[in-house]
């Protein structure tokens, strides 16, 4: 019964059941050194998960002490004593359904390099929580890093016995049989690697890699593009983690639209195609961070009509009498409002400092005898949770319809569509928008009470001088090089999010110091379908598209990078945004099963 359960939790991604050890579990071998499972859950969650202890026996019994654990999740969302596994465990957090801080991408890529390079036994375990988006992101981003093309495992060990079996009846048929070494039972004791082997392993000075399942390219064939291995690498990653679909097209196995736009920003870096001013050398003189301003974000959405606005209508009131926010008025001019966020700022640079520091010859590789900088230690980076046990992405600044001619309709009654222009806010302002979200109530309720109703700080909309009108019309500042969320609400709902990083979306180079005062700053649209925006269930399927003006502002420029939002309260840490019960209403706006509920509160978390 239990494992009809986590076969159902499981849903469309492979598993993996051994008959002699009598376990089944949420587990691939993505290569023959890449493993991607589920998390290994204790207690209740075990009865649905892969049971701990089940992981532990799978994993010992086929690689002894050759294993070691990445994992992706943060403390708020899940954890584990390490010592269970022997402390072979490396943690490397960020929230559930988001982008990762880009810094982390060559951190972890760079340690399963230095693990696996030391032994051809060696197997690199990867697990967020579902064991699909965050773990496939992190094992693409390995992958993308090796010299030769990685392909499906070669060996007996990283298959059931009914796929091994399946593979050799394949071979038999095929015209010139492959020949596919299969004498790999079980790991020789004299090549397992011992607990005092594995303590110093991260600090060596370099090790020679060993042969993997990596493909060499043909002699004369010209080397693939970043482009052409990015689409090899997560077509393996689908191919793997995900069901064979008997007459259906497979589902993605890195799926959420930013995770794999973070997949293509690293495949730029590591091609020498990013941007110059991203990551530059090691050795190159420290420059001011270019930034962008962001001026406009504009959705167009079809014409909300019929059931589900009725839903949405009702699901906005009843958040109101809940007291979780304001009921949003249809017709109101601010009903469509968006967000920006980002990771915490000294998280961000605490991890460019750590990627400078381990950053060997390329991008891809770690430098020996780098797991120290100073008195800190890269393993014990996350061990304390100060990263990870609250919120990790901050608000600092919000957009919305101002004035009359922010909302333009278009179309005829057979097909209408309306457009929302939104604006950066001043505070003053996203107090009067919070106002226009009400439904009604006593005109004397202020602008600090309806904040917290919407669960905002109140000094969100109670400093009602802090950004003046003139800065409100040019823009909000943000770094260029860092991640940026913008996340789309309809009153209390939230219609979805993207996360991007805005300098590889602009003409380049950026400004430099000196640039003409009279020459107009270059601008660019970012333009974004609805399958390009995260999670656009419910009201957001009326999405159509979104497009976000940027300029660059010239070294001379005053004005700084929007802060992230003021920490006067715990409410404000935790950016005063929508969450909780209002959190689940776009999947039950959607008629969505209660798994699409659970996944839409989950993303909304952070």
Same mark, same amino acid.
């Given at each position: 019964?239990?494992?009809?359960?986590?076969?159902?939790?499981?849903?469309?991604?492979?598993?993996?059941?051994?008959?002699?050890?009598?376990? @089944? *579990?949420? *587990?691939?071998?993505?290569?023959?050194?890449?493993?991607?499972?589920?998390? =290994?859950?204790?207690?209740?969650?075990? *009865?649905?998960?892969?049971?701990?202890?089940?992981?532990?026996?799978?994993? @010992?019994?086929?690689?002894?002490?050759?294993?070691?654990?990445?994992?992706?999740?943060?403390?708020?969302?899940?954890?584990?004593?390490?010592?269970?596994?022997?402390?072979?465990?490396? +943690?490397?957090?960020?929230?559930?359904?988001?982008?990762?801080?880009?810094?982390?991408?060559?951190?972890? &890529?760079?340690?399963?390099?230095?693990?696996?390079?030391?032994?051809?036994?060696?197997?690199?375990?990867?697990?967020?929580?579902?064991?699909?988006?965050?773990?496939?992101?992190?094992?693409?981003?390995?992958?993308?890093?090796?010299?030769?093309?990685?392909?499906?495992?070669?060996?007996?060990?990283?298959?059931?016995?009914?796929?091994?079996?399946?593979?050799?009846?394949?071979?038999?048929?095929?015209?010139?049989?492959?020949?596919?070494?299969?004498?790999?039972?079980?790991?020789?004791?004299?090549?397992?690697?011992?607990?005092?082997?594995?303590? %110093?392993?991260?600090?060596?000075?370099?090790?020679?890699?060993?042969?993997?399942?990596?493909?060499?390219?043909?002699?004369?064939?010209?080397?693939?593009?970043?482009?052409?291995?990015?689409?090899?690498?997560?077509?393996?990653?689908?191919?793997?983690?995900?069901?064979?679909?008997?007459?259906?097209?497979?589902?993605?196995?890195?799926?959420?639209?930013?995770?794999?736009?973070?997949?293509?920003?690293?495949?730029?870096?590591?091609?020498?195609?990013?941007?110059?001013?991203?990551?530059?050398?090691?050795?190159?003189?420290?420059?001011?961070?270019?930034?962008?301003?962001?001026?406009?974000?504009?959705?167009?959405?079809?014409?909300?009509?019929?059931?589900?606005?009725?839903?949405?209508? &009702?699901?906005?009131?009843?958040?109101?009498?809940?007291?979780? #926010?304001?009921?949003?008025?249809? #017709?109101?001019?601010?009903?469509?409002?968006?967000?920006?966020?980002?990771?915490?700022?000294?998280?961000?640079?605490?991890? @460019?400092?750590?990627?400078?520091?381990?950053?060997?010859?390329?991008?891809?590789?770690?430098?020996?005898?780098?797991?120290?900088?100073?008195?800190?230690? *890269?393993?014990?980076?996350?061990?304390?949770?100060?990263? %990870?046990?609250?919120?990790?992405? +901050?608000?600092?600044?919000?957009?919305?319809?101002?004035?009359?001619?922010?909302?333009?309709?278009?179309?005829?009654?057979?097909?209408?569509?309306?457009?929302?222009?939104?604006? =950066?806010?001043? %505070?003053?302002?996203?107090?009067?928008?919070?106002?226009?979200?009400?439904?009604?109530?006593?005109?004397?309720?202020?602008?600090?009470?309806?904040?917290?109703? &919407?669960?905002?700080?109140?000094?969100?909309?109670?400093?009602?001088?802090?950004?003046?009108?003139?800065?409100?019309?040019?823009?909000?500042?943000?770094?260029?090089?860092?991640?940026?969320?913008?996340?789309?609400?309809?009153?209390?709902?939230?219609?979805?999010?993207?996360?991007?990083?805005?300098?590889?979306?602009?003409?380049?180079?950026? =400004?430099?110091?000196?640039?003409?005062?009279?020459?107009?700053?270059?601008?660019?649209?970012?333009?974004?379908?609805?399958?390009?925006?995260?999670?656009?269930?419910?009201?957001?399927?009326?999405?159509?598209?979104?497009?976000?003006?940027?300029?660059?502002?010239?070294?001379?420029?005053?004005?700084?990078?929007?802060?992230? &939002?003021?920490?006067?309260? /715990?409410?404000?840490?935790?950016?005063?945004?929508?969450?909780?019960?209002?959190? /689940?209403?776009?999947?039950?706006?959607?008629?969505?099963?209660?798994?699409?509920?659970?996944?839409?509160?989950?993303?909304?978390?952070?």
């Amino acid at each position: 019964m239990t494992d009809y359960v986590r076969r159902l939790v499981s849903g469309n991604k492979a598993r993996f059941k051994d008959k002699k050890l009598d376990v @089944e *579990l949420d *587990l691939v071998y993505l290569t023959d050194q890449v493993i991607i499972m589920g998390y =290994p859950a204790s207690g209740m969650e075990g *009865l649905y998960r892969n049971p701990k202890e089940d992981v532990k026996k799978f994993l @010992e019994h086929r690689h002894g002490k050759n294993y070691w654990i990445f994992n992706f999740c943060p403390l708020r969302e899940n954890s584990y004593d390490a010592t269970y596994f022997d402390n072979r465990v490396s +943690r490397y957090p960020f929230p559930d359904h988001h982008s990762p801080p880009l810094a982390i991408m060559p951190l972890v &890529a760079r340690e399963m390099r230095a693990w696996l390079d030391g032994s051809k036994d060696r197997v690199a375990v990867l697990h967020c929580k579902a064991g699909k988006g965050r773990s496939g992101t992190m094992a693409c981003t390995y992958l993308l890093t090796l010299q030769k093309e990685p392909t499906a495992p070669e060996l007996e060990r990283s298959y059931t016995a009914k796929q091994w079996a399946k593979l050799r009846v394949d071979d038999t048929m095929d015209v010139v049989p492959e020949d596919i070494d299969s004498d790999t039972g079980g790991v020789s004791e004299s090549r397992l690697a011992t607990p005092s082997d594995v303590k %110093d392993w991260s600090s060596s000075e370099g090790s020679t890699p060993t042969p993997n399942s990596d493909k060499s390219p043909e002699p004369g064939e010209p080397p693939k593009s970043f482009s052409d291995s990015l689409k090899g690498v997560l077509d393996l990653h689908t191919a793997r983690r995900m069901k064979p679909a008997d007459g259906k097209k497979v589902k993605q196995g890195v799926s959420i639209p930013s995770q794999r736009r973070w997949l293509y920003y690293w495949a730029l870096l590591l091609s020498n195609e990013a941007p110059k001013h991203m990551w530059p050398p090691l050795g190159a003189p420290e420059a001011a961070p270019p930034r962008v301003r962001l001026t406009e974000v504009r959705i167009r959405m079809n014409e909300e009509t019929g059931v589900k606005l009725t839903v949405a209508r &009702a699901a906005n009131a009843l958040l109101d009498r809940a007291g979780v #926010g304001s009921a949003a008025r249809n #017709g109101s001019r601010g009903q469509v409002w968006a967000s920006l966020a980002r990771y915490d700022d000294d998280f961000v640079k605490k991890l @460019e400092d750590w990627e400078r520091h381990t950053r060997g010859n390329s991008l891809g590789e770690r430098r020996g005898g780098s797991a120290h900088m100073g008195e800190e230690e *890269l393993q014990a980076l996350f061990a304390d949770g100060r990263w %990870d046990q609250g919120k990790m992405v +901050r608000s600092f600044a919000r957009l919305g319809v101002m004035g009359e001619d922010g909302i333009a309709k278009a179309g005829d009654e057979k097909e209408r569509t309306t457009t929302y222009a939104l604006r =950066p806010l001043t %505070d003053a302002s996203w107090g009067q928008v919070l106002e226009g979200l009400k439904e009604g109530g006593d005109a004397s309720d202020s602008a600090a009470a309806t904040a917290t109703h &919407a669960d905002v700080p109140g000094s969100e909309a109670n400093s009602m001088l802090d950004v003046t009108a003139g800065a409100r019309e040019r823009g909000v500042v943000v770094d260029a090089g860092r991640e940026v969320r913008v996340k789309l609400y309809m009153g209390q709902i939230f219609m979805g999010w993207s996360w991007f990083v805005p300098t590889f979306h602009m003409p380049q180079p950026p =400004p430099g110091v000196g640039s003409p005062k009279d020459i107009t700053p270059s601008r660019t649209t970012m333009h974004l379908t609805r399958k390009e925006l995260d999670f656009p269930i419910g009201i957001g399927e009326h999405v159509l598209d979104v497009e976000i003006d940027m300029e660059w502002l010239r070294p001379e420029d005053a004005e700084a990078v929007q802060p992230p &939002a003021r920490e006067d309260s /715990q409410e404000a840490v935790e950016a005063g945004e929508p969450a909780g019960l209002a959190a /689940q209403m776009p999947a039950v706006v959607a008629g969505r099963t209660v798994k699409d509920v659970v996944e839409a509160k989950e993303a909304s978390d952070d």
